[in-house]
């Protein structure tokens, strides 16, 4: 039973992420644009290491959400502490990396990133039901669908609400407290919401997926602001490329061999 829950969670996580990944980030790349605004290789680079540093997070929502549920308030904070603690400073390693941080295609590599712990988070959390439930049942299934897309999009709003822009000040709200501030508030809403209940646990997704919807929606701008990369300019029409370094392609200006007579 555990390796079939975690089969399916693994399923539902890697869709969610990576159909987020392919339908918001994907509308920023070419045919949909130009020219793609960021780099395809390190966005998944930054998904991978999400998929890694989503373990370690994951396992402590776990150990959030039983916690609260056992009323154990202390070990609830702490490991509340250890969540959003963790996914912050994820993200501000990344965006303060020479690999990552020297381009301004960021923003999207701190999506990619907290989407890769989004769709782990999302793992634990469909795994969790089924291999805890004696008898899943539609609603019980229902519900850790909706929390897994809830835990999905309160990643990837944050991963917006957390970046802010270092070449430039930012007028709007946004920075790793405010990040932080809303990772805290939608984590602990996830965690306490079973205690209350099915109502409770099926409230406490819908809220979160609605705020972080919202959050997201308000912070895409962020993405459409990153300009195209630069790179050298076109060649007129009819002009022959350069031969970079190959002199033998240019004509030579040294004086041939004396003609004949």
Do not use: C
Not at 82 to 103: C, H, I, K, N
Not at 200 to 229: D, K, N
């Amino acid at each position: 039973m555990v390796v079939a829950s975690l089969t399916i969670g693994g399923v539902v996580g890697i869709l969610l992420s990576g159909g987020f990944i392919w339908w918001e980030v994907g509308r920023y790349a070419a045919p949909q644009v130009p020219v793609t605004v960021f780099d395809e290789r390190k966005l998944l680079a930054a998904y991978t290491v999400g998929l890694f540093v989503g373990v370690p997070i994951a396992a402590a929502y776990v150990l959030l959400v039983a916690s609260l549920s056992n009323g154990a308030l202390v070990g609830g904070a702490l490991f509340l502490v250890a969540v959003v603690v963790g996914t912050e400073v994820a993200q501000r390693l990344v965006e303060r990396s020479a690999y990552w941080g020297a381009s301004a295609a960021v923003p999207f590599y701190s999506v990619s990133l907290r989407a890769g712990m989004g769709g782990i988070l999302a793992i634990a959390a469909v795994a969790a039901y089924l291999g805890g439930a004696l008898t899943p049942t539609a609603v019980g299934v229902g519900t850790a669908l909706l929390t897994a897309m809830a835990l999905l999009a309160l990643e990837v709003a944050g991963g917006l609400l957390s970046h802010r822009p270092r070449d430039r000040p930012s007028p709007r709200v946004g920075g790793p407290l405010a990040g932080a501030l809303f990772g805290a508030i939608a984590f602990f809403l996830l965690g306490i919401g079973p205690t209350a209940g099915p109502t409770g646990a099926v409230a406490a997704p819908v809220v979160v997926l609605f705020g972080a919807t919202l959050t997201f929606r308000g912070g895409r701008r962020t993405l459409a602001e990153v300009p195209p990369p630069t790179g050298p300019p076109p060649l007129p029409s009819g002009a022959a490329p350069r031969p970079y370094g190959r002199t033998g392609a240019l004509p030579s200006t040294e004086p041939g061999p004396p003609a004949r007579p």
